[in-house]
């Protein structure tokens, strides 16, 4: 698909649901005691592969995704091998549930997800009781054995919030307390949903703290994914004539580092909660910003903003000076690894970049000149390309850019609304 530049992105987006919120939905109420109601899930591939295995363990699911009724029933033991897809939230943070359960499952994937790194669910899950069988000891296909599980009290080497909500889901069902200590916070929706259910749960900096309990069933409505909603908030910065406004957004702290980043690089951005329930929603205004500024992206924020790193690649582009990022070397364990992708494709399209192994440093106020790129199945860097795209000379043409359908199955959709060629 080639997407040629735009005379003007104007707008107001209702973004799709939060996609690492309905992953833990999703489970939380095949794991609760009486059923649940859950409005406004994701639909995409990713949460898709979560509901499949719940309802493959015997979860009973009645209604739609935009009102979906839980029926929670014992696991049963699967014959057929549970297929992750393409989704790295569903296969650690079912690997966590499934250590806790009594019954022997084995979990695949795509070749993609069959290349990202699972020693660091195994390592933690095996100290409590459970026992895998992988691929080079740290690869998909994983077989779990599951076990009746201790707490324990477990550093993790990287901040994730996907082993950190595996060990906690699998603490759940297990004898003792069960503590994480993170190097740096990483995003708490897990933690969150789990204090709103009455769930033992004590934070204190990096350190979660977690008492084995059983919970009821409870309502919830997705809100907006501010992930999704980033793209359309660096469009609107970096586009010489733009406006977007997006409602109904989440803006969880935890989630908000693309915004503060914005921020310091001087973007004319604003945001403001409007309503704080499990998670606090809000709106979020951007325009056109001719005077932002590149920076180096404090470390600590790293872990905060993982997923929207990339993206600030492409606002260090129309930056004045060099904009930095270092110490992300978990980017080049995603769906792709990011950094090459990031590079190479730049390269492709006319702007200058430099490589690092754990970042990149972008220097700024250059010119998108246009190409064909490949984001190697990659949703984000395939919709990251795109809004390039949009701020281009002559247009880039994104190969494969189906496979936005992992993460934002309508994001063109969103694209047409906001865009005048």
Same mark, same amino acid.
């Given at each position: 698909?080639? /997407?040629?530049?735009?005379?003007?992105?104007?707008?107001?987006?209702?973004? &799709? &649901?939060?996609?690492?919120?309905?992953?833990?939905?999703?489970?939380?109420?095949?794991?609760?005691?009486?059923?649940?109601?859950?409005?406004?899930?994701?639909?995409?591939?990713?949460?898709?592969?979560?509901?499949?295995?719940?309802?493959?363990?015997?979860?009973?699911?009645?209604?739609?995704?935009?009102?979906?009724?839980?029926?929670?029933? &014992?696991?049963? *033991?699967? /014959?057929?091998?549970?297929?992750?897809?393409?989704?790295?939230?569903?296969? $650690?943070?079912?690997?966590?549930?499934?250590?806790?359960?009594?019954?022997?499952?084995?979990?695949?994937?795509? #070749?993609?997800?069959?290349?990202?790194?699972?020693?660091?669910?195994?390592?933690?899950?095996?100290?409590?009781?459970?026992?895998?069988?992988?691929?080079?000891?740290?690869?998909?296909?994983?077989?779990?054995?599951?076990?009746?599980?201790?707490?324990?009290?477990?550093?993790? #080497?990287?901040?994730?919030?996907?082993?950190?909500?595996? /060990?906690?889901?699998?603490?759940? $069902?297990?004898?003792?307390?069960?503590?994480?200590?993170?190097?740096?916070?990483?995003?708490?929706?897990?933690?969150?949903?789990?204090?709103?259910?009455?769930?033992?749960?004590?934070?204190?900096?990096?350190?979660?703290?977690?008492?084995?309990?059983?919970?009821?069933?409870?309502?919830?409505?997705?809100?907006?994914?501010?992930?999704?909603?980033?793209?359309?908030?660096?469009?609107?910065?970096?586009?010489?004539?733009?406006?977007?406004?997006?409602?109904?957004?989440?803006?969880?702290?935890?989630?908000?580092?693309?915004?503060?980043?914005?921020?310091?690089?001087?973007?004319?951005?604003?945001?403001?909660?409007?309503?704080?329930?499990?998670?606090?929603?809000?709106?979020?205004?951007?325009?056109?910003? !001719?005077?932002?500024?590149? =920076?180096?992206?404090?470390?600590?924020?790293? #872990?905060?903003? =993982?997923?929207?790193? !990339?993206?600030?690649?492409?606002?260090?582009?129309?930056?004045?000076?060099?904009?930095?990022?270092?110490?992300? *070397? *978990?980017? $080049?364990?995603?769906?792709?690894?990011?950094?090459?992708?990031?590079?190479?494709?730049?390269?492709? =399209?006319?702007?200058?970049?430099?490589?690092? $192994?754990?970042?990149?440093?972008?220097?700024?106020?250059?010119?998108?000149?246009?190409?064909?790129?490949? !984001?190697?199945?990659?949703?984000?860097?395939?919709?990251?390309?795109?809004?390039?795209?949009?701020?281009?000379?002559?247009?880039?043409?994104?190969?494969?850019?189906?496979?936005?359908?992992?993460?934002? !199955?309508?994001?063109?959709?969103?694209?047409?609304?906001?865009?005048?060629?």
């Amino acid at each position: 698909m080639k /997407i040629l530049p735009a005379k003007k992105v104007s707008g107001t987006l209702d973004v &799709p &649901p939060d996609k690492s919120i309905t992953h833990r939905a999703f489970i939380l109420s095949a794991l609760a005691e009486t059923e649940s109601t859950l409005y406004n899930l994701l639909r995409c591939l990713d949460t898709e592969r979560t509901y499949d295995i719940l309802k493959t363990l015997g979860t009973v699911f009645e209604g739609d995704w935009e009102k979906m009724k839980v029926v929670p029933r &014992p696991f049963v *033991e699967p /014959i057929d091998p549970l297929f992750c897809g393409n989704s790295g939230t569903t296969t $650690r943070l079912m690997s966590g549930v499934l250590a806790s359960h009594e019954m022997f499952t084995i979990l695949y994937g795509d #070749p993609s997800l069959s290349r990202r790194p699972m020693r660091r669910v195994m390592e933690p899950l095996e100290m409590m009781g459970a026992r895998f069988m992988a691929r080079q000891n740290n690869f998909l296909p994983m077989a779990i054995k599951g076990n009746h599980l201790s707490g324990i009290s477990y550093k993790t #080497p990287v901040a994730s919030a996907q082993v950190k909500s595996a /060990i906690l889901l699998a603490g759940l $069902r297990a004898s003792g307390r069960t503590i994480v200590i993170e190097p740096a916070k990483s995003r708490d929706h897990t933690e969150r949903m789990l204090k709103n259910l009455g769930v033992p749960v004590e934070e204190e900096g990096t350190r979660v703290v977690l008492e084995p309990s059983s919970f009821k069933g409870f309502k919830m409505r997705i809100p907006g994914d501010i992930s999704s909603a980033a793209f359309f908030i660096v469009l609107g910065a970096i586009h010489p004539n733009a406006r977007i406004t997006i409602t109904e957004v989440g803006l969880n702290p935890t989630r908000t580092g693309l915004l503060e980043v914005m921020k310091l690089m001087g973007a004319n951005v604003e945001w403001e909660i409007t309503e704080e329930n499990l998670e606090p929603i809000g709106v979020v205004r951007v325009e056109t910003s !001719p005077n932002m500024k590149g =920076i180096i992206v404090p470390k600590d924020m790293i #872990p905060l903003m =993982i997923d929207e790193l !990339p993206l600030v690649a492409l606002l260090g582009v129309f930056a004045k000076g060099e904009t930095v990022v270092r110490g992300a *070397e *978990e980017l $080049r364990k995603k769906e792709s690894d990011r950094i090459k992708v990031l590079v190479e494709n730049f390269r492709r =399209i006319g702007v200058e970049v430099e490589e690092f $192994r754990d970042g990149f440093k972008v220097s700024g106020k250059q010119r998108i000149k246009g190409g064909v790129v490949d !984001p190697e199945g990659d949703h984000r860097m395939a919709m990251l390309f795109s809004i390039a795209g949009l701020v281009s000379e002559e247009g880039i043409d994104v190969k494969n850019h189906e496979c936005v359908a992992v993460s934002l !199955p309508n994001f063109y959709e969103l694209l047409e609304r906001v865009m005048m060629v």
